[in-house]
């Protein structure tokens, strides 16, 4: 990811908070919005405003625990969450999975699309099999991530990382799809699922 | 090899086997070779041949099938559903070990100890022979952050260990049980695709080490690297190819007996809900078989694309057929002596479970018995109950005679081992 001043200091801020408020972490009971409160300072409260770090709106718990474990475990590289997530305890996992997946879904966002996205997308969409696993709507299912209306340089930079396997996933089902999508097929999907 | 049909096979007991996902190869097998004339058309050409999702049809019921990989938390030990596996009268079933997240092949030490590899979670675990004060074996993660460890081995004090392209040494492992071992790289000359990139491995009796290299992909031309397995010596050298037309094999062991080397193998998927089975195989001459992949599915069925030109007479058929989608993975003779007489040098195969077929199917442990003949005389169910109302309260990954002669059976779904004794 390509940092940019406004994105750092942002992240640095919301990291300080995010370690400050190191309280939710030591009470697993603590109420949910106060264990959302670090969450939503860089992801929003569901829609995410910042560059880079995506909107966590109508994720299923599912999803959300296998990721948090991802980073804690270092098996997916995503600064600064692998040292948010590194003292986690699995009961910590679940409680911050279950707590984020009450955020609402994200808002739709970006510029109107350019003439002929929506056609070339839609082929690659149906090409790629992408609702078999992510559902007719995109919105996720089980373990499997919501896609719809997410970030788009978000949705673009978790396609390469698979397609170059420098985010190899949970499950290999991802890493094998991007195989064969081009840098072209990339920017369409990204730009197209991102304004469902 | 020559197709089996036993006489003593009754048309019900047939029909009951069926519905349990279970055949012998023969009358039964011909039958299915029918079927793909009035199955759905086979393939999408939209998809490209390295997708894991080549070959399915689009739309309708089949867009709703999908592989789902299990939690990556082991469920705690109270919830695991032990109530519901059923085993034969006179066996009974007890939680061996929990808390090892993704738990899925296994290998015991002479000393007890239990050593697991994990696919989605990169840990490695060794489970303590002797409980603890609280009457749990204790879990030990030997190693993290590998990629895939599906495979382990142990052989002569040191464990082998099956990364998606590596395999490792541990030497003198039972002194390094506290995850800071360094092993030695024995072998790395392999695919580095994801699918079916993950291995199951073993030690065979000529003292080698077996490698499966599967398909990268669901149905496609293998290059010459892919859908085989491989023999090499312990050090890593003298690699060769032993059985090829092997899709994807996470199960093999050694027939007591006649020390030839018997396989599960998964078959294709989006052909059918009903076709084509997994396989049973046993591998009679090392180098020379092809087991027909891509072109010939479960010894009866052409591929409807690859399979043109060919007939399965070309390729060794299977020993047994092992259900459609079933998933069937470890595979271990039973070598005991705690189980009836009845289970000796019987096979005892893991079925993972299906997700390419409406109503799932496997999902169970399964015991495949020889004939006086050797070859298989009836497949049968032996633990089930993974499966409720067509979702899985646990995923069986392999199967393990234990040292006392009692089964273990591990689930990645759930993050344990189960073990089955007889009699105590």
Redesign the interface.
């Given at each position: 990811m390509r940092r940019r001043p406004c994105v750092a200091r942002g992240l640095a801020a919301a990291l300080g908070a995010l370690l400050a408020a190191g309280a939710a972490r030591a009470a697993p009971e603590a109420a949910m919005p106060e264990r959302l409160a670090p969450c939503i300072g860089c992801h929003g409260a569901g829609t995410s405003e910042t560059e880079g770090v995506p909107s966590l709106g109508g994720q299923l718990p599912?999803y959300v625990?296998?990721q948090l474990?991802?980073f804690r475990?270092?098996?997916r590289e995503a600064p600064p969450m692998n040292d948010v997530a590194a003292g986690f305890s699995?009961d910590d996992?679940?409680a911050y999975a279950d707590a984020v997946a009450t955020l609402p879904p994200p808002a739709r966002s970006g510029a109107p699309e350019e003439a002929g996205l929506t056609e070339r997308a839609q082929a690659l969409v149906?090409?790629?099999?992408c609702?078999?696993?992510h559902g007719?709507d995109l919105a996720g299912r089980?373990?499997?991530p919501r896609i719809r209306a997410q970030r788009e340089e978000y949705l673009a930079k978790a396609l390469a990382g698979y397609k170059s396997?420098a985010r190899?996933?949970?499950?290999?089902?991802m890493?094998?799809?991007a195989?064969?999508l081009s840098e072209a097929d990339i920017k369409d999907l990204a730009a197209y699922v991102s304004r469902l | 090899m020559t197709p089996i049909y036993k006489p003593v096979l009754t048309h019900t007991f047939a029909a009951a086997l069926a519905c349990l996902g279970l055949g012998i190869v023969g009358r039964q097998a011909a039958h299915a070779q029918e079927t793909p004339a009035t199955a759905a058309p086979p393939a999408s050409v939209?998809?490209?041949r390295?997708?894991?999702?080549y070959g399915?049809p689009?739309g309708g019921a089949a867009?709703k099938?999908?592989?789902?990989?299990g939690?990556?938390?082991?469920t705690a030990a109270a919830k695991l559903p032990l109530d519901k596996l059923k085993v034969p009268e006179g066996f009974h079933v007890e939680v061996y070990a929990s808390g090892l997240a993704n738990a899925r092949e296994m290998t015991q030490a002479p000393d007890g100890t239990v050593f697991v590899g994990s696919r989605?979670?990169?840990k490695v675990y060794a489970v303590l022979p002797q409980p603890d004060a609280d009457g749990k074996r204790p879990v030990k993660t030997i190693a993290?952050?590998l990629?895939?460890p599906n495979g382990v081995a142990f052989h002569d004090g040191a464990l082998y260990v099956a990364e998606l392209s590596k395999i490792w040494r541990y030497d003198d492992i039972a002194q390094h049980l506290d995850g800071a071992a360094k092993p030695t790289l024995v072998y790395d000359d392999l695919p580095?695709d994801?699918?079916h990139?993950w291995k199951f491995i073993a030690i065979g009796p000529d003292n080698k080490l077996y490698v499966p290299v599967g398909s990268p992909?669901n149905i496609l031309m293998p290059p010459d690297t892919h859908a085989q397995i491989r023999r090499i010596d312990l050090d890593g050298k003298n690699a060769e190819v032993i059985a090829r037309g092997v899709r994807n094999t996470v199960g093999f062991d050694w027939n007591p007996k006649t020390k030839q080397l018997w396989f599960t193998d998964n078959g294709r998927d989006w052909v059918s809900e009903d076709i084509p089975n997994d396989e049973l195989n046993v591998l009679t001459e090392p180098g020379k078989q092809h087991f027909g992949y891509p072109f010939c599915h479960q010894g009866t069925f052409t591929d409807p694309e690859y399979g043109w030109g060919h007939s399965c007479a070309e390729f060794t058929a299977p020993a047994a057929l092992l259900g459609p989608h079933t998933a069937s993975l470890g595979l271990r003779f039973y070598t005991g002596t705690q189980f009836p007489e009845a289970y000796r040098d019987a096979i005892f195969v893991a079925r993972h479970g299906s997700w390419n077929r409406t109503t799932k199917l496997g999902g169970d442990v399964v015991v495949a018995r020889l004939g006086p003949d050797g070859k298989i005389a009836k497949v049968e169910p032996f633990m089930t109950g993974f499966l409720q109302d067509n979702r899985y309260a646990g995923r069986p990954v392999d199967v393990l005679v234990a040292k006392d002669g009692s089964l273990l059976v591990s689930d990645d779904y759930n993050g344990a081992i189960y073990r089955v004794s007889y009699g105590q």
């Open positions: 599912d625990v296998t474990f991802q475990e270092k098996q699995d996992l679940r149906a090409k790629h099999q609702s078999s696993c007719p089980d373990a499997i396997n190899p996933g949970y499950d290999p089902a890493n094998e799809v195989q064969e | 939209k998809v490209e390295g997708d894991a999702l399915r689009e867009a099938l999908a592989p789902v990989a939690p990556p938390l082991a989605t979670v990169g993290t952050g990629h895939r580095k994801e699918a990139g992909g």
